[in-house]
Nanobody, 123 residues
């Protein structure tokens, strides 16, 4: 029973743009933090951007100024607008919901994950 479903991935040339969408079902996102992670072969899944319930939006340094995360609580959706894409942005992107701080590993850990969507940027 998928609760987060991503769409909008694909292949694009460097410098291009993509908009990822994440639709939630069976869960309400409006009372939860949300985020986008990405994972490329050989690396761990890493947080790209997140919107907390309070406080500032977070962006990983390499995407600042290029990616924009947003949410539409009325539609129960989360988005990631990606511009000026680079080959190193190539990865599987995952939508995440209800991110909680884990003091043991000192990282945010989501309660909900999407199945992932491939983004490929060619040079």
């Amino acid at each position: 029973q998928l609760q987060l479903v991503e769409s909008g991935g694909g292949s694009v040339q460097a410098g291009g743009s993509l908009r990822l969408s994440c639709a939630a079902s069976k869960i309400i996102l409006s009372d939860k933090s949300v985020g986008w992670y990405r994972q490329d072969p050989g690396n761990q899944r890493a947080l790209v951007a997140s919107i907390p319930l309070s406080g500032s939006i977070y962006y990983e340094d390499s995407v600042k100024g290029r990616f924009t995360i947003s949410r539409d609580d009325a539609k129960n959706m989360v988005y990631l607008q990606m511009t000026s894409l680079k080959p190193e942005d190539t990865a599987i992107y995952f939508c995440a919901g209800d991110l909680k701080w884990n003091p043991v590993i000192k990282q945010l850990v989501p309660d909900y994950w999407g199945q992932g969507v491939q983004v490929t940027v060619s040079s």
